[in-house]
């Protein structure tokens, strides 16, 4: 047997630092984007604001709990060098830090478009917006970076953990949205709702999209190559240990079932100027299915790296 | 002196970053950088170990000497001696395959660990773990492609060979060294081409381990079976390889 030296503690912080950050970032960019949104653009950026520091702050508390002694972990920040580990640490405090006062912004029950905080509220998200990309691709590079882990060492994964963040933040600020927004019978408010649910919707399509593709583009590289990586990547093929949660839950539930479902709700709309009506029991069950993948997605890798190892002595 | 003479890759590459920046500002000590780096670069000690393993015989004296020198716990092990059994009777061998760690030239433990607890030593090379600094996070264990250390079960920190350190700093060889029955293991400056270790490194083939790494191990073999389990896809002869180290296949 091979040890897991990250277990379910490391799995959860990547994945929910993952979803925070994805959901801080597309957060800010929706509320600093001109047009499209319309008047519901705030009601999404606070949706994503809100949720977002929350994950993002339980997965840190479970890395640094994962230490066994958790104030060894202030040693930290006594120091700042070119371990992705080290860079990602000081990102990932500039992060909480102002994603939490990007939160608080939302706050006050006066808070809205244009009141006393929006200029600070828009520094801020200027501010969340790169720090949250950050500390969504540092989680790849951390994984990526070293040779002794032929399935982890490749620049490709800090790419698809990017895609599946922002995936992951979108589909948590849909289901929030479906549970917590304001039921309203007004056609222009509904107009905006589902106009702004569309753009979300396409959005995520395109970074399931991504992922497909980086999955492709990682699969194809590891049949063309030969050696270590070959070996590595053999554990999600056909037969290997991990085949299943990887192509069941990784590919099917988390990016191919939502993406043709993504697909064929945008469709009208997009092609032929129809309209965009999704019902919410189908954004839960897709948001719900991407969740799932995303969580699957860290699952399979970070096992996947420490089941497999260099072949040749 | 010693200071200016970059070791890890992680230093070479602040030095190409802020090199620029070092030339304009320090223009001194980049003077004495240029004047000493060839002098120090012959002489910077690096300690190495030859293991002849047509002289083991596999009996673990080594690991049972690493085990008293240090204490070790229960199921973690600085040094062991991997079994490779292979062929099928009546074509059969059994080769000793004795593990450490490789006190590599480019350590990737060094290069990942976020805190600075490990480093590798300019006075000699050696590749440590300060206790006080680490703070159990295991990547250097992830990066390691030896497999060379292990999360101590007592401590909570990561554990590894250090060459004993404690007794090559007065003049004495590593336990495992002293305790080798065969006399497999040889203890020395690789740096310095009169040692008996240089002297037997370049006169005869010697293999390091997983060399495509680009670690450049210190630890060198004569007579190494680098056979894997592996090789069983083939079908042709079998292959089976015994770590001695509790839950723990090869890595």
């Given amino acids: ?313 | 002196m010693t200071n200016t003479t970059s070791i890890s890759g992680r230093r070479n590459f602040l030095q190409k970053i802020f090199g620029g920046a070092a030339v304009a500002a320090t223009a001194g000590s980049v003077v004495s950088y240029a004047a000493a780096s060839p002098d120090t670069k012959a002489k910077q000690k690096q300690y190495g170990m030859l293991i002849d393993t047509r002289k083991c015989i596999g009996c673990h004296s080594c690991s049972v000497a690493c085990k008293a020198e240090f204490d070790v716990p229960l199921g973690a092990t600085r040094s062991w001696v991997e079994y490779i059994e292979k062929g099928s009777y009546p074509n059969v061998s059994r080769n000793f395959l004795p593990r450490l760690c490789n006190h590599c030239r480019h350590p990737q433990c060094v290069d990942v660990c976020p805190t600075g607890a490990t480093y590798k030593r300019q006075q000699d090379g050696i590749v440590v773990v300060d206790s006080g600094v680490c703070i159990g996070c295991k990547y250097c264990i992830q990066a390691c492609p030896y497999d060379a250390r292990f999360l101590n079960p007592v401590t909570g920190f990561a554990d590894k060979c250090d060459f004993c350190i404690h007794r090559v700093s007065q003049g004495l060889n590593p336990s495992c060294v002293n305790s080798c029955v065969g006399g497999a293991r040889i203890f020395g400056d690789v740096s310095d081409p009169n040692s008996e270790i240089s002297r037997l490194i370049a006169t005869n083939p010697v293999t390091v381990l997983r060399p495509g790494k680009g670690t450049e191990p210190n630890v060198y073999y004569i007579g190494a079976d680098h056979s894997g389990e592996h090789e069983n896809n083939r079908g042709w002869y079998d292959v089976r390889v015994t770590t001695h180290r509790r839950d723990k296949d090869r890595r």
């Fill in chain 1, 1 to 313: 047997m091979h040890e897991l030296n990250w277990g379910l503690p490391v799995i959860l912080y990547l994945f929910l630092a993952g979803l925070g950050a994805g959901a801080v970032t597309v957060s800010g960019s929706v509320l600093l984007r001109k047009g499209g949104f319309g008047s519901s653009r705030f009601a999404v950026a606070r949706c994503g604001a809100l949720i977002g520091p929350i994950p993002v702050m339980l997965g840190t508390f479970l890395i640094v709990f994962e230490l066994g002694q958790p104030f060894r972990a202030l040693n930290l920040f006594k120091v700042i060098n070119l371990s992705p580990m080290s860079i990602g640490t000081w990102l990932l405090a500039a992060f909480i830090i102002f994603s939490l006062l990007y939160a608080l912004t939302f706050v006050p029950p006066s808070a809205g478009p244009g009141d006393r905080l929006a200029g600070v509220r828009r520094t801020l998200a200027w501010i969340c917006v790169p720090s949250g990309i950050s500390v969504a691709i540092y989680t790849g590079i951390l994984l990526g970076a070293m040779p002794s882990r032929p399935f982890w060492n490749s620049p490709i994964l800090a790419g698809l953990f990017l895609l599946s963040a922002l995936s992951s933040g979108i589909a948590a600020i849909i289901l929030m949205g479906v549970f917590f927004r304001r039921k309203s019978s007004d056609p222009d408010i509904r107009n905006d709702y589902h106009n702004s649910s569309y753009l979300l919707t396409t959005s995520d399509a395109l970074l399931l999209a991504g992922e497909l593709m980086i999955i492709f583009l990682f699969l194809l590289f590891a049949h063309l190559t030969i050696g270590d990586v070959k070996y590595a990547v053999e554990v999600i093929q056909s037969g290997g240990a991990l085949a299943l949660p990887f192509w069941g839950l990784v590919v099917g539930i988390g990016i191919l079932v939502p993406f043709i479902i993504e697909i064929i709700q945008i469709k009208p709309k997009l092609l032929n100027g129809g309209s965009f009506n999704p019902t919410p029991a189908m954004e839960v069950a897709i948001s719900s299915a991407i969740l799932i993948g995303g969580f699957a997605l860290r699952y399979v890798i970070v096992v996947a790296g420490q089941i497999t190892a260099p072949a040749v002595l």
